[in-house]
């Protein structure tokens, strides 16, 4: 049959599965709205207050179900603005399709009103990037886009379609399946064994878990896999919930705001395994230092990890859901009770303490967790509030944590919750931010609002740029160089001028009110939670540190640190 640029473009979406778009029209795109207008029933659009929020928005609803997220805008601004979430999706391996329409064929290239060149503005933050000037490849591109974005390591896939294309006809055949993903090739048999020999050598193993063992699906592999050999386990950010946080084995984060547990047992162990992870500097602070006393098996799906970072002994490139299914019947079974009792004791002299005596952020986040049963699908932005939600948010699944990791891009963590309920209606979806994050997306409430997603918003507000000041604190001699953020904003009245439901928190007998109120709210609710400015996130290690020297409140008063 038929069908114009347009058509194809919503045809294809269908044939993908897609349900939901985030996005924002604009004239170039316009042919590509009039047909989803038409088809609104089957997809529904979200539109965001800003292109930013919808890349956002898709990166939260591709992370919170391992779908490809998609996201639309117009040309020139319209398709800068996705950039930063573009750049974020990349960094932390989430597959997403941006399409973005183009001026006409014959305006490329003269500086025409709203042209740019996405495709080569995001070159290095996207798996690939096409532009399509010809209606009749189309169909297969937005098909091999799909591929791409979920294939091998995942990440985002900008398509760019000239106007002229979205108006023009050419026959299209229907596919009866979306687009499969890119077969990984098989593991090798022969890393497989080296890693299997490492492992039956060692007598005080530690696993560091990465966001591969989410995107891969890989919990009940790597559940079975901890318990055969016995070893403590660590996550990064990105990696959490695929450990459980009730497992017995489990030690908490690892790196620069880790546990001393994570820490000290990594820097302490004779084999270090990492699973799906990449050796971020936020991990392994001096690198010279990192796990010294470890042989090093590092098992991930992109070749070019293996020893970018760090230098391993042994390392397996694959998929870790099959990597993990092949490796398990070539270990041993493992006793390791004398090593885990040593971590243990690391865990009982070195637990995770805020101050009781008064509102704390992580007082906040501990009351959410007992209140949701550890079961809410929680985003963040990017600051102490993200660190403190992992510290002391008990996630137990995968996909439940939606953080910025890679990028750190403050005014993620909004979108990114909008996404996901919209993906997930019958979840808790809550997201954590501090007041200097909720000042770069709180425009984005007006969407949930809009659109009657019921998202809880928890701003952690101590007027100041959190993070930024606590390195000012104990790094730059309290020289808080525009990190005070004085001014009479109210975010209570902000939020209900917005249409959502607020409430202000200021005692620590209000907190569980609150969230009861959110939890049962049936529109957008703000709590806006004043905390004291000079809270910190402890533990810590100094820039340039190695990990088991982090320290903490203690270790500053008595000199040690």
């Known amino acids: 049959m038929q069908l114009t640029g347009a058509q194809i473009v919503i045809e294809v979406l269908k044939e993908q599965g897609v349900d939901t778009v985030f996005g924002y029209p604009g004239g170039t795109i316009l042919n590509v709205y009039d047909e989803l207008y ?3 029933k089957e997809i529904r659009h979200i539109l965001t207050s800003h292109e930013q929020g919808a890349s956002h928005a898709a ?15 117009t040309s020139g601004p319209g398709a800068t603005n996705l950039v930063t979430g573009i750049a974020t999706a990349y960094m932390d391996s989430v597959p997403m399709v941006a399409i973005t329409a183009n001026v006409n064929l014959p305006l490329l290239g003269k500086d025409t009103f709203q042209e740019v060149d996405i495709v080569g503005i995001t070159m290095p933050i996207t798996k690939h990037g096409y532009i399509v000037k010809d209606v009749n490849i189309l169909a297969d591109t937005l098909r091999k886009a799909f591929s791409i974005a979920k294939s091998g390591r995942p990440g985002p896939v900008i398509v760019d379609i000239t106007k002229d294309v979205t108006a023009a006809k050419c026959r299209f055949e229907a596919e009866d399946s979306p687009a499969a993903a890119y077969a990984d090739p098989a593991v090798d048999k022969d890393s497989l064994m080296e890693a299997a020999k490492l492992i039956n050598r060692s007598k005080k193993p530690f696993i560091y878990v ?7 699906g890989a919990s009940d592999e790597l559940k079975a896999f901890i318990e055969k050999i016995d070893s403590p386990v660590c996550d990064t ?42 050796f971020s500097d936020r991990v392994v602070g001096n690198a010279k230092r990192f796990a010294s006393h470890a042989r090093i098996l590092h098992i991930d799906i992109d070749d070019a990890e293996i020893n970018k970072n760090i230098r391993t002994d042994a390392s397996v490139v694959g998929d870790l859901k099959e990597v993990l299914s092949e490796l398990l019947p070539l270990i041993e079974k493992k006793d390791n009770s004398e090593w885990n009792a040593h971590i243990d004791e690391y865990r009982k002299k070195y637990p995770l303490d805020y101050p009781k005596d008064r509102l704390t952020c992580p007082y906040v986040i501990e009351r959410l967790d007992e209140l949701t049963s550890s079961d809410a699908i929680v985003s963040t932005d990017v600051g102490q509030h993200q660190m403190w939600t992992a510290q002391f948010y008990k996630f137990k699944a995968p996909r439940q944590f939606l953080t910025s990791g890679g990028l750190g891009t403050m005014g993620y963590g909004l979108g990114a919750c909008i996404g996901a309920k919209t993906a997930n209606p019958d979840r808790v979806c809550v997201n954590i931010a501090g007041d200097g994050c909720f000042r770069m997306n709180m425009n984005e409430l007006m969407t949930a609002a809009r659109n009657s997603i019921p998202i809880i918003e928890i701003v952690i507000d101590n007027r100041v740029l959190g993070m930024v ?6 790094f730059y001699d309290k020289r808080y160089s ?7 904003s109210d975010y209570i009245k902000i939020a209900e001028g917005m249409g959502c439901r607020a409430i202000r ?3 620590k007998e209000e907190v569980d009110d609150a969230i009861k109120k959110a939890l049962s709210s049936k529109k957008p609710t703000v709590i806006d939670v004043v905390i004291e400015e000079d809270d910190k996130v402890f533990p810590m290690v100094s820039p340039g540190g190695a990990i088991e020297e982090a320290f903490d409140e203690n270790d500053i008063r008595e000199g040690r640190a």
């Open 38 to 40: 038409k088809h609104s």
């Open 59 to 73: 990166d939260g609803y591709a992370r919170s179900t391992g779908k490809v997220g998609v996201c639309f805008a």
């Open 210 to 216: 990465g966001g591969g063992a989410v995107i891969s």
């Open 237 to 278: 950010l990105m990696g959490k919930g695929a450990v459980s946080a009730y497992d017995p084995h489990y030690t908490g984060m690892i790196g620069m705001h880790g546990t001393k547990a994570s820490n000290k047992g990594v820097s302490e162990c004779d084999l270090l395994i990492a699973l799906g992870a990449r």
């Open 469 to 474: 000041r606590q390195w000012q604190t104990l």
């Open 482 to 488: 525009n990190t005070i953020l004085e001014d009479s």
């Open 505 to 507: 928190v200021t005692k």
